[in-house]
């Protein structure tokens, strides 16, 4: 997979991929999933990229020789961590759409916890990563199981499959069974990278587990969820579909019974250590959730700061509160992400480092709360017409296109580009802004998960004594 030809025809392996409840033959022709193809392309081969943008976001590796994304390095100071906040910020600047690079994530926290399972399993972790290093597959992430009732832990559960586990072991390897959900690009890529959704008690042993898998293996079968956002927009306008021409499409993966061999296995049956997994992927994902959202924030305040101008209304007193409050949300998770980088915490066996939490989980917590204030923001400055503007076929047609002309010519602007903005703004509030808004509160870890490692995490000490000091007789 050195070329992206290569990464195409790696796709024709038999993988067992549905959606829209029919078997996929071939998922580089299919007229949806294609598109993952191309973009996944883009983040690893340089598929499309300007030359000066392959300088931007690849390296070649000194072991290898090998031409790979600048998300493989594994950052070990402060700066690497500020460098891959850059690179996520502007590959997303340069894409319209969220890099969010699950599987560099994952690889990273699975190469440190690794090394806390013992030599045999460090050298394994090792040997996947010369793998990467010198084949370059496209590598997903699988972390949230389908968890069946939530108000249950694993073992509790009356169907043991809702979390993935393992049921047999033989000199071969383990066998496993269950499904993760979430898996963005899973049917797109060479390699699948397992780990536990969630830490890990007494008695859990069978789900205290990580593994590789190939995304053929025999028992895989994966589910794509239907990209209604963009089969609706296909014949659109180019520049309204700027945003979902490279857009992912999740999948459930199934795991019936999948052999996995020893070799694969990162983590077994060791509750303290998946726990350990868990959390510091969970860390270094929002670290990447805070950098592309940030720059998507940009975007929000870019787009109604143009509309506004289009609309003639640049300078009406809410409209200006709209704004700021736009820059604030884009600024505030910037500066949160900065913080995590600069104040980071380097890993004391491995020397990985790692974002601080603080700053990282008030950043995503942020982002959290306020992406419904900031779309709110849009709407009102946009207006209705963001959702009730014709539609890209209807400016196709010559005569309509007069009308279109004509009727939406706005401040100082022509029609045909105040009507432009407004195909792109139906798909940041309307078609794909729907999957958008569910993303922004759950993707990388929703509320609660934020506001309990803020609360568990925070240094109280400092503070509580000068408090202290000030109240003692």
């Keep these: 997979m050195k070329t992206y030809e290569e ?31 191309r973009f996944l392309g883009r983040i690893h081969h340089g598929y499309g990229l300007s030359e000066q943008q392959v300088k931007d976001y690849f390296f070649t590796h000194p072991e290898s020789g090998q031409l790979l994304s600048k998300f493989y390095i594994v950052p070990k100071s402060s700066q690497d961590l500020m460098d891959r906040f850059q690179v996520t910020y502007n590959f997303t600047k340069d ?22 399972m013992g030599d045999e399993y460090a050298k394994r972790a090792q040997a996947f990563s010369n793998y990467l290093i010198h084949n370059n597959p496209v590598l997903a992430g699988a972390q949230m199981d389908v968890k069946g009732d939530r108000g249950l832990r694993p073992s509790q559960q009356k169907d043991p499959d809702m979390y993935v586990h393992v049921v047999d072991e033989n000199t071969d390897g383990i066998i496993v069974r269950g499904a993760k959900t979430h898996t963005s690009w899973a049917y797109a890529a060479n390699e699948i990278l397992v780990i536990p959704s969630r830490a890990m008690g007494p008695g859990e042993e069978d789900y205290g587990i990580s593994f590789a898998v190939p995304a053929n293996a025999k028992g895989i079968r994966m589910i794509c969820r239907p990209a209604i956002e963009m089969e609706a927009t296909k014949l659109e306008m180019e520049n309204a579909r700027l945003r979902t021409s ?22 077994y049956k060791n509750g303290a250590v998946a726990s350990q997994l868990a959390l510091a992927f969970a860390l270094n994902h929002r670290f990447t959730a805070v950098s592309y959202r940030a720059c998507l924030a940009t975007f929000l305040v870019g787009i109604t700061k143009l509309i506004s101008e289009y609309n ?3 300078k009406v007193s809410h409209i200006i509160k709209n704004i700021a409050t736009l820059i604030s949300y884009a600024e505030m998770q910037k500066v949160c992400a900065k913080m995590a980088a600069y104040e980071c915490q380097i890993d004391p066996k491995t020397g990985i480092a790692l974002p601080n939490p603080l700053y990282t989980n008030l950043g995503k917590l942020y982002s959290n709360l306020e992406h419904m204030n900031a779309k709110e923001a849009v709407i009102d400055t946009a207006g209705g017409m963001a959702i009730t503007a014709p539609g890209g076929e209807d400016y196709m047609n010559p005569e309509l296109r007069k009308d279109i002309d004509k009727y939406l010519a706005g401040s100082n602007v022509s029609g045909n580009d105040r009507f432009r903005l407004f195909l792109l703004l139906r798909e940041g509030l309307g078609l794909y802004g729907g999957l958008e808004d569910v993303g922004e509160l759950h993707a990388e870890g929703s509320i609660w998960p934020s506001v309990m490692e803020l609360w568990r995490g925070y240094d109280y000490a400092d503070i509580k004594k000068t408090i202290l000091n000030f109240v003692k007789d």
Excluded at 100 to 109: K, L, P, R, V
């Design 312 to 314: 003639g209304v640049a």
């Design 7 to 37: 990464y195409v025809e790696s796709m024709r392996d038999g993988r067992v991929v549905y959606y829209r409840g029919e078997k996929v033959k071939d998922i580089t022709t299919h007229p949806i999933l294609k598109h993952t193809i």
């Design 95 to 116: 894409s319209l759409i969220n890099i969010a690079h699950i599987g560099s994530d994952m690889f990273t926290a699975m190469q440190m916890v690794a090394v806390y």
């Design 246 to 267: 490279g857009h992912f499409t999740e999948a459930m993966v199934i795991f019936d019974d999948v052999l996995i061999p020893w070799d694969r296995v990162f983590v």
